[in-house]
């Protein structure tokens, strides 16, 4: 079976895993295809969707970071922030990462 999982690290940033699964739903074979970038340390990282898998385009992803912020990130084009709002977000993860 392949499905996808996710991380959150010290490093800032969170990982979508892209994976083969036995049927126990142990990950045997896996590989980062997405990497997000935080300000800060993630504390903790969650998905939600209605299908019950990432490969589905309707999942959130929900972070919670060091700086007490908790973001949602989509894939629906629906959703997604205005443009404004990804260029301050895109600008606190530069500027954190560049302090580091």
């Given amino acids: 079976m ?3 999982f996710l991380s959150g690290s010290d490093d ?9 699964f036995d049927l126990f739903k142990h990950c045997v ?12 340390t993630i504390w903790s990282v969650l998905s939600c969707t209605q299908e019950g898998t990432l490969l589905n385009n309707d ?7 060091e700086d007490y912020c ?7 084009k629906e959703r ?11 600008g606190k ?3 954190n990462q560049q302090s580091s």
Avoid: Q, S, Y
């Avoid at 800032?12 to 083969?20: E, Q, R, Y």
């Fill in 29 to 40: 074979e896996g590989a980062c295809a997405e990497t997000i970038d935080h300000p800060n």
């Fill in 80 to 90: 997604i922030a205005p443009e404004n709002e990804l260029e301050e977000f895109v």
């Fill in 93 to 95: 993860c530069t500027l």
């Fill in 12 to 20: 800032k940033t969170v990982k979508i895993w892209k994976g083969m």
């Fill in 70 to 76: 908790v973001r949602v990130f989509t894939r629906n």
């Fill in 59 to 65: 999942i959130d992803i929900i972070t919670a970071c």
């Fill in 2 to 4: 392949i499905g996808e």
